[in-house]
């Protein structure tokens, strides 16, 4: 059953993609015949995605995109658009998980009575949790940090058996979708530790072979690497690829530019044109034209893995996205907000969302308007 429900998603992912065929448009509509809940579902997709933009779009959205679309777009509205955008991206790219969730989470645990009468309620900042699609397409939810053992088992802190190695483990990888407001651990099984963001995915097999070590990542991940000189560990992630003996890094590739920034070690970042070797507190930037070497902000580019929001000279566009990631919201913006401004702080992402709301309010000329997972974003003098 829940295999099933695993193909559902990715059937309605080719929907919203307008990718789909005739065949799987007949499937997906029999689905929607057997149950009501499931049209329920499929129209609260279609909610987010009546926006007007062109699905092309959503394959490339990065906060630079975004705040060149909004300068260079004149229509109306353009600024509430953006991050709706955002948030359709986000279903797209995790279409399953998010559906898993719909069917097994309320909706409304994650909002709380707000004690500012600014607000209309407060959300809690992300848990810890994950599904975990294992190759063959079971599926289970997790709630606490995973290990894979040395024969591909995987089980929880105590020990305890969550899932037994695939048949087919050798061929197809795991996968661990991590949506927005939560996050995860784990540990692989060569050792290796991994921190994955809100709104990311990662890739992995239940066991390594003998001649390397590779997963694949889209959002944002930090690595501590086992030690292996026989073996070396690949991060693939868009366009770039990483690869590693035993180091600590992070990778961020919620756009199309995926940034490795080195804390400990040494690795070689590489597209199909250029290769580069970084070493501690450096980053690289991976483009169209090549990879760029800068000196990386190693307490900005790893707060988030440290629990904390850093925003150091960060327009309101990049502070929203971490905001969206992290607590699963639906952001607005109204007339007049400036997007060349920036703005500094820091607050423990363990914060509610009103408090980190008071700090950014705090250190900029911005007011907020909150009604569940609605933001909206207006300049001060806006308010009345």
Request: charged residues 25%; positive net charge; aromatic residues 10%.
């Amino acid at each position: 059953m829940e295999k099933n429900l695993f193909y559902i998603a990715e059937l309605l992912s080719k929907k919203f993609q307008q990718e789909i065929t005739p065949e799987e448009d007949k499937i997906i509509s029999e689905w929607l015949q057997a149950n009501s809940k499931n049209e329920e579902f499929l129209e609260r997709l279609k909610a987010k995605a009546k926006i007007g933009i062109d699905v092309s779009f959503f394959d490339s959205l990065d906060s630079k995109k975004a705040w060149r679309h909004i300068a260079q777009r004149k229509r109306k509205n353009t600024f509430q658009l953006i991050f709706r955008v955002a948030a359709v991206f986000a279903v797209i790219f995790s279409c399953a998980a998010i559906f898993y969730f719909y069917q097994n989470i309320p909706t409304n645990e994650r909002y709380v009575k707000s004690t500012d009468t600014r607000f209309k309620n407060d959300v809690l900042p992300a848990s810890l949790g994950a599904r975990l699609i294992r190759s063959d397409g079971e599926l289970i939810g997790v709630k606490d940090k995973i290990s894979i053992l040395a024969d591909g088992r995987i089980v929880d802190p105590t020990n305890q058996l969550l899932m037994q190695t695939a048949v087919d483990s050798s061929i197809k990888p795991n996968t661990l979708v991590v949506p927005a407001a939560n996050y995860f651990n784990l540990t692989l099984a060569d050792g290796t530790r991994v921190w994955v963001n809100a709104n990311s995915e990662l890739q992995f097999p239940s066991k390594f072979g003998t001649k390397e070590r590779r997963v694949k990542l889209k959002g944002e991940a930090y690595f501590e690497v086992a030690k292996d000189a026989t073996r070396p560990f690949f991060v693939e992630s868009g366009q770039a690829k990483i690869r590693v003996l035993g180091t600590h890094f992070n990778v961020s590739a919620y756009g199309d530019h995926p940034v490795t920034s080195l804390e400990e070690g040494k690795v070689q970042v590489s597209n199909a044109k250029d290769i580069e070797t970084l070493y501690p507190g450096q980053k690289a930037v991976v483009g169209e034209n090549g990879i760029m070497l800068a000196q990386a902000d190693l307490h900005k580019e790893l707060a988030w893995k440290n629990n904390s929001f850093y925003f150091k000279k960060d327009n309101i566009v990049k502070i929203a996205e971490q905001l969206q990631n992290w607590y699963d919201l639906e952001i607005s913006f109204s007339k007049g907000i400036s997007f060349s401004k920036t703005y500094t702080g820091e607050i423990p992402r363990s914060a509610n969302l009103s408090q980190v709301l008071k700090m950014l309010g705090f250190v900029s000329d911005l007011e907020f308007k909150l009604d569940k997972n609605k933001l909206l974003i207006l300049k001060r003098q806006a308010m009345k």
